[in-house]
């Protein structure tokens, strides 16, 4: 396992550690930003989340569950109607092939419901391990670590790893945490890392993990200049949104959702 200089495994755990802990204080309110009401409308926006947004999958979603509402309709989908509903996902087409695929797979091999094991996951067209571990734990209640491009980069800064292969950040993430942590650790970093620690320009004065972060300095600094990079909730102008969802922890998703339907 890659430590920072002449770091422990001991001392990289505790320090590890601290920064989920910071984390945790800091979005208290994190979670699965893609909306979904059961493992198959997860499984399904998670592979159609890859090259686009959250809000943009949210929305297509939306349409998509209303008129396909389960494996068996979407494996029967006309593939072109399929593909002007998932335009704006962009890879429309790619998309809808592996999407009709995919629930092809569910249906005849598991009854059109979705597996709850990352052994059998993974088999399916379009699911990684990023997208595996995502069911699992937020479909499934099942640990893991899902290693997306924010949870690479920021892995690589807060040096729990050197890998930029997920598989590889994925182990060496896991070795410095109790899997009872894994999937809300997931959240907490993928949170910070669009909001906070950017990929061009890190808000590294405005940063509740600074002490503990050997990258710190790689972004802006000063405390003023780094308040402006901030996103969404966190952003100069949105103190009512964080308000709230500090004061109402266990509505987060739903006061996400309600927030952006105000957003022009």
Same mark, same amino acid.
């Given at each position: ?10 001392a ?12 945790a ?17 997860? @499984?399904?926006?998670? #592979?159609?989340?890859a090259?686009?947004?959250?809000? $943009?999958? +949210?929305? !297509? ?19 072109q109607?399929l ?7 962009g ?26 094991? @990352?052994?059998?996951l #993974? ?6 391990r990023? $997208?595996? +571990?995502v !069911?699992?734990?937020?479909?499934f ?5 899902s ?16 890998s ?13 945490f ?29 940063c509740?993990?600074a ?11 000063d405390?003023?200049?780094a ?18 969802l ?19």
């Open positions: 396992m890659p430590v920072v200089s002449s770091e422990s495994m001991l990289l755990k505790r320090r590890a550690r601290r920064i989920n802990r910071a984390l204080e800091k979005y208290p309110y994190a979670h699965a930003e893609l909306d979904f009401t059961n493992p198959f409308e997860l @499984l399904v926006a998670t #592979v159609l989340s090259q686009t947004t959250d809000v $943009t999958v +949210n929305q !297509v979603t939306k349409v998509l569950f209303a008129r396909y509402p389960d494996a068996r309709s979407l494996a029967e989908a006309d593939p109607d593909e002007l509903i998932l335009k704006p996902t890879f429309f087409r790619a998309k809808s092939r592996n999407v009709i695929a995919l629930c092809a797979r569910l249906v005849d091999d598991y009854n059109g419901e979705v597996p709850g094991r @990352l052994e059998d #993974v088999t399916l067209p379009g699911v990684g990023k $997208t595996a +571990n !069911v699992l734990g937020n479909g209640g099942i640990p893991g670590v290693v997306d491009t924010h949870f690479a980069r920021l892995a690589n800064r807060f040096g729990w790893t050197r930029d292969d997920p598989v590889q950040i994925e182990r060496d993430v896991t070795e410095l109790e899997p009872r942590d894994w999937t809300m650790l997931s959240h907490r970093v993928i949170f910070h890392g669009r909001r906070v620690c950017h990929a061009r320009r890190p808000a590294c004065g405005a509740p993990v002490n503990w972060c050997p990258s710190y300095g790689m972004g802006e600094t405390p003023v200049k308040a402006k990079l901030l996103k969404y909730e966190l952003a100069p102008g949105n103190e009512a949104l964080l308000e709230q500090l004061a109402e922890t266990h509505r987060a998703a739903e006061i996400r959702m309600e927030s952006q339907k105000r957003t022009p």
